[in-house]
């Protein structure tokens, strides 16, 4: 199922990484068969799938020759990854909700009315110093955006600014009530 690793302790981390990149491509079956349980939760398709079990095969790597544990590669492998899977799955929800409930439609923006801006600097003191410098720039946009117009602006992830929303929405609407 897994190919031996190599013991040298010499060796550096291009050449590991070259090494995760081989047995993923070795094992996709078994990759697939860990993020199942969490795949339709995540938003990605197969490909991110398998750079991000590049990236947990590394680190897996890395761990086992740190702990001179060479066999337990794949143990280590496994448990990474699927951690890995769980918190890409746990960020889906929001980006789901976010994009069809919380982002304002070009129908919508035509039927509000114009907040006063007292109500908005009286709202914006419940979020973050960042939060308020995103809502802020929602509000001067002339049409919609989401959030991949989000993260380009402020240079995030498009799951980090989900997540900046998301908290921004939740701390407003607490406040208010």
Known sequence: MSRPMQTNQQISDREIWSMA????????KLIRQIASPYFRFMAGDNEDLYQEAIIAAFKAMVV???????EQFVRYFRVIFRTNCIQLATGIQTVHCLEDYFLPSQE????RKEPEKEKIRQALTAVTTRQRE???????????VGTRDIAREFK????????LVMLSIQRISGAST
């Open 108 to 111: 919508q923006e035509e039927n």
């Open 134 to 144: 995103i809502c802020l720039w929602l509000l001067r946009q002339p049409v919609p």
């Open 21 to 28: 990149q081989q047995w993923v491509f070795a094992n996709k």
């Open 156 to 163: 995030v992830s498009r799951r980090h600014a989900c997540r």
């Open 64 to 70: 086992s020759r740190k702990k001179r544990k060479q």
